[in-house]
């Protein structure tokens, strides 16, 4: 198979929305652009190359579990399941008891799986960190109705919920209630009150 350069095919992505540009990524592309050795420094790429390492296995990232350890200044193994050291069940532990976001240690859980941090839930610019007061909610036009549905992370006396999950359940809701609308008007149904997926 003939590959065209990492660099090539990041200037290509750059004329494409992004949709297409994550269908473009396949496995072989994914081998070349993560030979190369190099130091990590941000989160965001720590927690990529984490996910490559226990999507596609550590020799096809280049990678050992020991030396992703170290950059996570990790010092010591942990006990994985069979009760042996390993440097994998250390970066897991690591992995899964830091801030999603910005990789910060020991914060609390978000519906008890997600752990987020303070800053990150209440930081707009984080898409899917971002948490949203009800009292918030409620003054951008939320009805109450919708934010009942969704789950809510009770912390310092607010209920904060995700907004990208009230995003979703509003336009959810203005697209039923429209079809609901059109088929009323056109005869084609009975039904009138928007329906929710359970
Ligand atoms: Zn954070």
Redesign the pocket.
Known sequence: MILLPFDCINIIFNFLPWSSRTKMVSRELLYTGLRPQRRLRRWKSLMRIYSYMRVFGTGFSNRTWSGFCQQLEIRRRKRNRHGRLSWRAAARHHMSTS?K????RH?ALVYDRIP??V??RHNRRLKY?YMIRVCDARAMGVPRHILRRIPYHASMGCRLRFWHHVLQATQLYRRNVLESAQCVDIGTSTESMPRWPH
């Open positions: 801030c976001a910005c990789g910060k914060c987020l941090c800053w990150c960190a």
